[in-house]
């Protein structure tokens, strides 16, 4: 009778650890181990019995391997701006302006007086004429082609942000293409006549600026002289009315 007691204890201890030890192994979180089976501390277990690995879920998709090669993510770059310098359908790629087409002080050798401006379409250079033997140089945009005049005029008047009242044949020859200018546009930053504009004689042509400085070094115009709108306010300040204008 006493053994069956012992017996029968020795066995509800036994289940009771083995409950015991379930609970607590099923409470516990699994071990994780590296996935990497070639690790030094794997190789130091010796024997035929190899480990369980348990490899932890991966959460985020972008998340990278061990030895996974390293993508660096760049935003894209911006395609390049195109604007339209007077007719919002003819595109033109916007780039920085040419060294030399900055202004510049040169020895120039002419025989007009100082004080006189003089337009080198070709070269794309207007030249204020100074004392010495010297010039004040200044990066221009001039006629395009079909555009193009030469002759001798003077500074005949003087505007500060100048209104643009675009000429008849200019609206009646865009319109022919499908670009309809306005009939008139007050001064301002988005007035393509700039910040200064001087008029030549009883001519339509004028030095004036522009909202396109990357226009400067190119033959775009319809007849006009345009500057930077830095330069041609530095133009502007330098001249008077009166002032001779050669342009060849």
């Known amino acids: 009778m006493m053994k069956q007691l012992v017996l029968a204890a020795a066995l509800f201890g036994a289940f009771t650890t ?19 089976l070639t690790a030094p501390w794997i190789n130091q ?20 391997g061990l030895f996974q090669r390293r993508v660096i ?48 379409t070709n070269n794309r250079f207007l030249y204020l004429v100074m004392e010495g033997g010297k010039a004040r140089r200044y990066g221009v945009g001039v006629g395009k082609p079909g555009f193009e005049w030469a002759g001798a005029h003077k500074i005949t008047r003087k505007q500060e942000w100048p209104d643009w009242t675009p000429p008849a044949q200019m609206i009646s020859r865009e319109a022919a293409k499908g670009h309809y200018l306005p009939a008139r546009m007050d001064g301002g930053p988005e007035n393509p ?11 339509l042509y004028r030095i004036h600026g522009t909202n396109a400085p990357w226009s400067i070094g190119s033959a775009v115009s319809s007849g006009c002289i345009r500057l930077r709108n830095e330069d041609v306010v530095d133009l502007y300040d330098r001249v008077s009315v009166g002032t001779r204008v050669i342009v060849m």
């Not at 083995?18 to 990497?36: E, G, K, N, Q």
């Not at 190899?50 to 879920?57: A, E, I, N």
């Not at 006549?193 to 001519?203: C, D, K, N, V």
């Open 193 to 203: 006549l700039g910040a200064r504009a001087m008029y030549l004689g009883s001519t």
């Open 73 to 120: 993510r760049q935003a894209p770059r911006p395609a390049p701006q195109t604007v339209s310098v007077i007719n919002p359908g003819i595109p033109a790629i916007r780039h920085p302006i040419e060294p030399q087409f900055l202004p510049q002080t040169v020895d120039y050798d002419t025989q007009e007086k100082p004080g006189t401006i003089v337009i080198d």
């Open 45 to 64: 277990l010796g024997g035929k019995v190899r480990p369980v690995v348990y490899q932890r879920p991966v959460v985020q998709p972008q998340q990278r």
């Open 18 to 36: 083995a409950a015991l030890a379930d609970d607590r192994y099923a409470t516990r979180p699994p071990v994780v181990l590296s996935p990497d």
